[in-house]
């Protein structure tokens, strides 16, 4: 095989490739159809023409053998008349027309034979085309959902595999951490409000007790005050009671205890 040939070859390989890549089924079949439209409208017109010509054969055809006709009964006026000569002169002519008008039949049959034929051939293509139109519309519906589809699926990939779904898996997980956060947050605090409540409501009755205790103290330390020894008083038996109470053991026991528990707060 000569270079030039592997060449060729390359070449139309090539172009047949970007043809077939360059080739989309919507264009490709709405510009078939206006193709055979213009095919259409182009046997139309030979139909036309070839209908006007079979007219024009049929008018020469019919005047013909008209003049056939009248030479022919000029030649027998000519004949009654005794003039052979205008006779036979006259049947010349009806012979030259009637070869005439043979001739022109035979082409106006031909003529309708081919009438029939392009009529038939129109017929066939309005057909053809009408069902392609109708082809066309459904490949054309398929086509399109052929590439709604292929989107579809593409963008689903890039969706499946890309930086995309990576950043929504990466935002899924932020924000399960901003809510481990938050709870963990709230917990702490719900602690810290429990223990403090804990504290106050533990404290408050070792508070009331040391206010009880004081408002004891406090109480006792006037009466004490007024039983000293040294002041006058009208009963006896009122004046030992509280030199008996301060000698009381039980009492100092009291006290002690009181002064540790003091200390302890």
């Known amino acids: 095989m000569g270079l030039f040939d592997r060449v060729s070859r390359v070449v ?8 077939s890549k360059a080739e989309d089924p919507e264009k490709i079949l709405e510009q078939t159809v206006i193709d055979m439209q213009e095919d259409l409208v182009q046997l139309r017109q030979a139909v036309a023409s070839a209908i006007a010509s079979q007219k024009r ?9 008209t003049e056939a006709n009248n030479w ?16 036979r002169e006259a049947l010349v002519r ?25 009529k038939r051939n129109l017929i066939a293509l309005e057909g053809k085309i009408s069902e392609a139109k109708t082809k066309k519309d459904m490949l054309k519906a398929r086509a399109s959902a052929a590439k709604a589809n292929e989107q579809l699926q593409s963008t689903v990939g890039r969706l499946g595999t890309g930086s995309a779904m990576g950043a929504f898996e ?13 709870q963990a947050a709230a917990e702490l605090a719900g602690a810290d409000l429990e223990s403090q409540f804990a504290m106050l409501e533990s404290g408050s009755g070792v508070d009331d007790e040391l206010a009880a205790m004081k408002a004891q103290l406090l109480g006792g330390a006037p009466q004490a005050q007024a039983q000293l020894p040294g002041t006058t008083t009208t009963d006896s038996t009122t004046a030992k009671a509280p030199s008996t109470a301060a000698n009381d053991p039980a009492v100092d026991d009291e006290l002690e205890a009181l002064k540790t528990k003091l200390d302890q707060l």
């Open 12 to 19: 139309r390989a090539n172009l047949n490739d970007v043809v």
């Open 170 to 182: 990466r935002m899924e997980d932020k924000v399960l951490q901003m809510e481990a956060r938050s």
């Open 57 to 65: 054969t049929q008018q020469q055809y019919n005047q013909a053998q």
């Open 94 to 118: 009806k012979k030259t027309n009637s070869e005439t008008a043979g001739t022109l039949k035979t082409q106006l049959d031909q003529q309708a034979t081919m009438v029939d034929t392009l």
């Open 72 to 87: 022919q009964q000029r030649a027998q006026l000519a004949l009654q008349k005794g003039d052979e000569n205008l006779a």
